[in-house]
């Protein structure tokens, strides 16, 4: 198992997020303890682990989830 990634979780408010397989699943709206709140849309939100992140690269967040694993996140 690698390392978690370490985030900076107030450079990433409101940037991009991209599942493993390269979907864009929204923006982080907010974080708190070990999870963080992703938007999609207007409706569709999720609450993820942090340690799902698998890295950042100044403009995006990357998921080490496919589209599909984030489902379960889906707040109902």
Known sequence: MSDPVIVRWERVMHKN???RDGIDVGNIISEAGETFTLMQGASREYNVPK???EGFDGGEVFLNLSYSELM???VQ
């Open 51 to 53: 340690s799902c992140v």
């Open 17 to 19: 997020v991209r599942s």
């Open 72 to 74: 379960k996140y889906k």
